[in-house]
């Protein structure tokens, strides 16, 4: 007897599901068929299967069938003008890349949050590469912006002889949030900019929007609105605490983004396991950023692991040389990474 007959009766009158409620399961898919085809093509020589075989996927993947209407997949060994799923570097399609970015606004949807006390602070270790030379230092910031730390230091203007750049720098200020309010003050504390985010709408569009009202990072002359989404992404997620639906709301306006593409099996500047999600900029933007613009995130948890952000050739500060001309940096790249990051209960802690 077939069942499945029977089984759609009862649910004739159900909504078949749309597209945004089945890409985290069509992402979990394709990856375990992915996954299933590199290992039969690294498998031993052994006999001949038939041409054609089901395909075994993961529990989780699984659920994407049953989402689907039962429809049991089964892919060919050898179909004319597929190419075999490569190892290292992958280069998604526009599809597969807006499925990925959908499965980690899923996945970072679902996290919990507790929003830090008004007295702890927040922890970020950073290391920025300027033409190879490593450079590392920590900050801390008080949560209601009233204080920060850092290391190494900063040696102060004038007589700095007895400074020490081990020594741990700690300031306090006047409170940020009340001069932010009766002033217009335009840097706000860590708190402040938090609950603004949190504040944002789901919707990736309207977020964006409202962004582009609320976050002042500046106009510039000729930018493109794909362009400005960009930069103002890029911006946010140097934010070391992001709310879930914000987080969320990233990844939807980035697979929104043209041409933008999510590349796996990548690492990051300091050499960890990442995917990036990718821009191209084959002329020079409004800001001066030309060729492969990049920010990385945790291929498991999809937290912000930092950026590669490359501008148009410029000019270098002439030196003594025989040859009168200036040099040229050919491929000038601004490189931040985020090595450790946390919320402690005092400057100098570390998570």
């Known amino acids: 007897m077939n069942e499945l007959p029977q089984a759609r009766a009862l649910r004739a009158d159900a909504p078949l599901p749309d597209s945004d409620r089945l890409a985290p399961q069509r992402a979990m898919l394709t990856e375990a068929f992915q996954q299933e085809a590199l290992g039969r093509r690294s498998a031993p020589l052994r006999t001949p299967l038939p041409r054609r075989r089901i395909v075994l996927v993961t529990a989780a993947a699984a659920g994407a069938l ?44 679902k996290l919990g949050v507790t929003e830090p006390g008004p007295k702890q602070w927040v922890y970020e270790k950073s290391t920025s590469l300027d033409r190879g030379e490593p450079h590392t230092s920590e900050q ?14 900063v040696a102060p203007a004038g007589d700095n002889s007895g400074f020490d750049p081990t020594k741990l720098q700690v300031w306090y200020g006047p409170n940020q949030e009340e001069k932010w309010k009766k002033e217009g003050y335009d840097d706000r504390s860590q708190r402040q900019f938090y ?69 796996k099996g990548v690492k990051d500047p300091l050499g960890r396991a990442a995917i990036g999600v990718t821009v191209n900029y084959t002329e020079p933007s409004a800001s001066g950023r030309l060729g492969k613009q990049e920010i990385f995130f945790d291929p498991k948890t999809y937290a912000y692991l930092g950026e590669v952000a490359r501008t148009a050739p410029f000019e270098l500060p002439k030196r ?32």
């Open 320 to 351: 003594v040389s025989p040859s009168p001309m200036p040099s040229l940096d050919p491929n000038p790249a601004t490189i931040t990474v985020r090595n450790a990051w946390g919320v402690v209960d005092k400057p100098g802690a570390r998570p």
């Open 66 to 109: 049953a989402v689907t209407g039962g429809v049991v997949a089964s892919l060919p060994d050898d179909t004319p003008g597929t190419a075999p799923a490569a190892r290292g570097r992958q280069l998604l399609s526009a599809q597969a890349s807006a499925d990925t970015l959908e499965l980690a606004a899923a996945t970072v949807e």
């Open 195 to 263: 609950r603004f985010l949190a504040t944002l709408p789901r919707d990736p569009d309207r977020m964006m929007r409202r962004i582009r009202e609320e976050h002042a990072i500046g106009d510039i002359k000729g930018e493109t609105s794909a362009e400005r989404d960009w930069r103002e992404i890029d911006v946010l997620y140097r934010s070391v605490l992001i709310p879930p639906n914000a987080q969320a709301g990233l990844f939807r306006a980035l697979a929104k983004i043209p041409g933008a593409r999510v590349e």
């Open 140 to 153: 801390w910031t008080r949560w209601d912006g009233t204080g920060s730390a850092r290391l190494p230091g």
